[in-house]
């Protein structure tokens, strides 16, 4: 199946791998004084020579118990990224926000994907992305970052994270949005211990029956850590069996840090694949 990101096709029964590019004042050693497009615009730069097709670019920490970053804040960190990495790069741009706001304003400056870990639910979030024709990741999210992981529960995780996203694309196709316009992801560590992480990879393949493709982020998290006990910078090992497996399960996009291994890693997966 093919989708088009700002005017380039891909074809989404492969698997492509996407850069995160944090712009998060916390996210630069400087403390973010030199936060500025050409220190975000070099590493864009080297995670598309290592293989990247997207890169994810994000001003809001969604870290558990950050503290909410203001529109203008977020409209002020992400704009000139967004535009120098679009203007300059040959990758597909996307843009991790929950706010309507910064949407739009992204999909003028040419961003291909909206990714958004609130899955639409903030207020005009869906006519933002179909008035703009741009595809979206909806992932699920149970509560707010700031105390998702609290005591998240489920009777069913499978079932009701299923659900949450058949309704949340319901509602994004009402305003709008093309059917074929939309990725969806289980949204690993957002609302979920490590029981009901596990469960939802183990059964990735369910998530298919929506008939969108798969966006996964599984990236060095936290249930990684607690399968092997490392800390989160020893954490790529774990981080490309992960990716190995989603990617062995069928998902078109793996969201990491490490760009140039998971390359590697699906490059693999790609080849048994053909082969098979
Ligand atoms: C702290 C906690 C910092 C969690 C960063 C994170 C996903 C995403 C993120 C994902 C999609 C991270 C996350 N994770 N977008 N944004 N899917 N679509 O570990 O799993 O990168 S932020």
């Known amino acids: 199946m093919k989708m088009y990101f700002a005017g380039r096709e891909l074809d989404m029964s492969r698997c492509h791998v996407m850069g995160i590019l944090n712009v998060t004042p916390d996210s630069f050693s400087d403390g973010g004084r030199f936060n500025r497009p050409g220190v975000a615009l070099r590493r864009a730069r080297q995670m598309l020579a290592d293989g990247a097709t997207f890169i994810d670019i994000g001003g809001e920490s969604t870290r558990p118990g950050a503290a909410p970053v203001s529109v203008q804040e977020e409209l002020d960190r992400v704009c000139p990224v967004v535009e120098a990495v679009a203007r300059e790069l040959d990758a597909v741009v996307s843009v991790d926000t929950s706010a309507p706001e910064v949407m739009a304003e992204a999909a003028k400056l040419g961003a291909g994907l909206i990714n958004d870990v609130r899955g639409l639910q903030r207020e ?3 006519e933002v992305v179909a008035r ?13 970052p700031d105390t998702m992981q609290d005591c998240p529960e489920y009777r069913n ?21 093309r059917p074929e316009n939309i990725l969806l992801d289980p949204g690993f560590g957002f609302g979920k211990s490590l029981e009901h992480n596990l469960q939802l990879l183990a059964s990735l393949e369910q998530m298919h029956i929506l008939g969108h493709p798969l966006l996964i982020g599984v990236s060095r998290k936290s249930m990684l850590g607690h399968i092997t006990g490392r800390d989160v910078n020893e954490r790529l090992p774990a981080s490309l069996a992960a990716a190995t497996i989603s990617a062995m399960k069928g998902a078109s996009i793996i969201r990491v ?17 053909e082969a098979g």
């Open 157 to 177: 995780v499978r079932r009701e994270v299923s659900s949450f996203l058949s309704a949340r694309v319901r509602v994004a196709e009402m305003a709008g949005v």
């Open 257 to 273: 840090h490490d760009v140039r291994e998971t390359v590697d890693a699906v490059r693999v997966v790609t080849a048994v694949k």
């Open 132 to 144: 703009a024709a741009i595809p979206v990741c909806i992932m699920h999210i149970q509560g707010e």
């Open 124 to 126: 005009g979030a869906a």
